[in-house]
């Protein structure tokens, strides 16, 4: 059975950086599209960023562009979100997500188009 793990959660100082990892186990996650969202307490699923199976496009919330960087490593199962310029608001609990289609760019927002996900990693960002 395949199942997303995801890492480099932590503290840090607003303004510090973060990488975090999604490993995949399993099937091999080099022929899907992948996504990141996140949920801070009390707030819905919010989409963070996506990235097409072959690492050629990526797609970012506006809040995110400029400061985060999505990449994958095909080879070793692995996504990866580099998050930079970290603010307070940033804090939440990070969820790495399969898609169940191509789907990719703007399409590639909406939660309910993702068919597995990771238990999630917690970032917190002291002001």
């Known amino acids: 059975q395949v199942q997303l793990v995801e890492s480099g959660g932590g503290l840090v100082q607003a303004g510090g950086s973060l990488r975090l990892s999604c490993a995949a186990s399993?099937?091999?996650?080099?022929?899907?599209?992948l996504g990141w969202f996140r949920q801070a307490p009390g707030k819905e699923r919010e989409f963070v960023a996506s990235?097409?199976?072959?690492?050629?496009?990526?797609y970012y919330a506006d809040a995110m562009k400029g400061r985060f960087t999505l990449s994958r490593d095909n080879a070793k199962n692995t996504l990866y979100l580099q998050m930079n310029s970290l603010k307070p608001e940033d804090k939440a609990i990070y969820y790495c997500a399969r898609s169940g289609g191509s789907y990719s760019g703007p399409s590639s927002r909406f939660d309910n188009l993702y068919d597995l996900w990771g238990k999630g990693t917690q970032v917190t960002v002291s002001s």
């Open positions: 399993g099937r091999m996650l080099g022929i899907y599209n």
């Open positions: 990235i097409s199976w072959s690492g050629a496009s990526t």
